[in-house]
């Protein structure tokens, strides 16, 4: 099993659309969870931020973390074709010193006019 | 300008070839990163460095070697290319002490037939 499963898609929606894109994992240990947004040809860049549980709200961007089900999304409002893109969770059990980041293989999103 | 750059950016080779691939960056970081990304695998670890003097091997360093010529400058080695190691290459950075919030450069596409 891997430590990280995320649906690789393709995601397809209209455009205006409410998109949800999501990850589970099975180390409790994990305590930072981050999302990555990576256009095709280019590398990826980080697009969300969240220690713990809770919710983070970034313009139509809204991060989600729920530790006690080991469950992040992230939800995407008003969808753009902009917004096409392959979107990777990444998890990381500390921010100092050294952890590796542990990613997702990534959602493949793809938002039509 | 871009603030993490690869080059080069696309390179196909046969098998048994010696392959470098460069990093440089604008960041002032202290951390570099080499990582491959595989389809259905995700980003994978391979080689990362804290600074010029500190080198360590990630999940996947068999098969490769990394130089750290100066604080800006990390390169990536294949001393004998194999077709299985044909993938797309990230070098990444992040500031010191953090292993959390990383800059990914554009990637090079690598092909060893």
């Known amino acids: 099993q891997k430590e990280v499963e995320q649906d690789p898609g393709p995601l397809s929606v209209p455009e205006g659309a409410i998109v949800s894109l999501n990850c589970t994992y099975s180390n409790s240990a994990f305590q930072y969870f981050m999302w990555y947004r990576q256009y095709s040809r280019k590398g990826p860049e980080l697009l969300m931020y969240?220690?713990?549980?809770g919710n983070k709200e970034d313009g139509r961007f809204t991060a989600q973390v729920d530790k006690s089900s080991k469950y992040i999304s992230l939800f995407i409002r008003d969808s753009q074709p902009s917004d096409s893109a392959t979107y990777l969770c990444?998890?990381?059990?500390?921010?100092?010193?050294?952890?590796?980041?542990?990613f997702g293989t990534g959602t493949r999103l793809l938002v039509s006019p | 300008d871009a603030d993490v750059t690869q080059t080069p950016r696309n390179r196909i080779t046969k098998t048994g070839k010696r392959i470098m691939l460069e990093c440089s960056q604008t960041k002032g970081h202290d951390r570099m990163y080499w990582y491959r990304q595989d389809p259905g695998l995700g980003l994978r670890l391979i080689y990362y460095s804290f600074d010029v003097k500190d080198i360590n091997k990630g999940e996947i360093s068999d098969g490769y070697s990394v130089s750290r010529q100066a604080q800006a400058k990390f390169s990536l080695s294949l001393e004998s290319a194999i077709p299985n190691q044909t993938a797309l290459y990230f070098c990444?950075?992040?500031?010191?002490?953090?292993?959390?919030?990383?800059?990914f450069g554009p990637g090079t596409r690598l092909t060893v037939l």
């Open positions: 969240t220690y713990s549980s």
């Open positions: 990444a998890m990381s059990e500390v921010n100092t010193g050294f952890q590796k980041l542990v």
């Open positions: 990444a950075t992040s500031e010191e002490g953090r292993t959390d919030t990383q800059y």
